[in-house]
T-cell receptor
Framework: LAKTTQPISMDSYEGQEVNITCSHN???????ITWYQQFPSQGPRFIIQ???TKVTNEVASLFIPADRKSSTLSLPRVSLSDTAVYYC??????????FGSGTRLQVQP | NAGVTQTPKFQVLKTGQSMTLQCAQD?????MYWYRQDPGMGLRLIYY???????DKGEVPNGYNVSRLNKREFSLRLESAAPSQTSVYFC???????????????FGPGTRLTVT
């Protein structure tokens, strides 16, 4: 079953670019990689999803190398409001999705 | 368009009591999910319903039952609450669920449940 590994926490400053990497060594051929954001006391919110190479939307970019065993969420020019927990998800069989513990991003002024 | 709504927002139960958490979505989604999130932890899937009329166990189904009442509504029942079930419960929906996890999930605001 696919399992993801992310850093527990990261710190950054306003205006910097933040890259959060997730490893998913056992990703299946048909699986997409999805990232969610969660603020305190709220449900997770979809950020971006991709299958290979690079995906970009108005919020973030997602980089996926050819072997697809990892992915990197890139947040350009973060602000204080980007302080949240970020989850990398890969389907883990029929009973998925597994969110894991996520990466706590703290953005400081 | 309210999205995913959950009731109640807060609940305190005594050990052994029962209750049902309600979830409804107005996006005409086929798939619905129940998760629990313990303090400082990620979300764990309790049950899901891939489509109306079907339900299946997730990662942590013990102590819970679900009912997919119709396409809009998916309820979670605790028959005999235990302190270990103290958590925040999130309901989510997606257009469809397939093995690739292509379709994004939309989450409700959560229900904070305390069992004493």
């Amino acid at each position: 079953l696919a399992k993801t590994t992310q850093p527990i926490s990261m710190d950054s400053y306003e205006g910097q670019e933040v890259n959060i990497t997730c490893s998913h060594n056992n990703i299946a051929t048909n699986d997409y990689i999805t990232w969610y954001q969660q603020f305190p006391s709220q449900g997770p919110r979809f950020i971006i999803q991709g299958y290979k190479t690079k995906v970009t939307n108005e919020v973030a970019s997602l980089f996926i190398p050819a072997d697809r065993k990892s992915s990197t969420l890139s947040l350009p020019r973060v602000s204080l409001s980007d302080t949240a927990v970020y989850y990398c998800l890969v389907p883990a069989g029929r009973r998925a999705l597994t969110f894991g513990s996520g990466t706590r991003l703290q953005v400081q002024p | 368009n309210a999205g995913v709504t959950q009731t109640p927002k807060f609940q305190v139960l005594k050990t052994g009591q029962s209750m049902t958490l309600q979830c409804a979505q107005d996006m005409n989604h086929n798939s619905m999910y129940w998760y629990r999130q313990d303090p400082g932890m990620g979300l764990r899937l309790i049950y899901y319903s891939a489509s109306e009329g079907t339900t299946d166990k997730g990662e942590v189904p013990n102590g819970y039952n679900v009912s997919r009442l119709n396409k809009r509504e998916f309820s979670l029942r605790l028959e005999s609450a235990a302190p270990s079930q103290t958590s925040v419960y999130f309901c989510a929906s997606s257009p469809r669920r397939d093995s690739g996890g292509v379709y994004e999930q939309y989450f409700g605001p959560g229900t904070r449940l305390t069992v004493t």
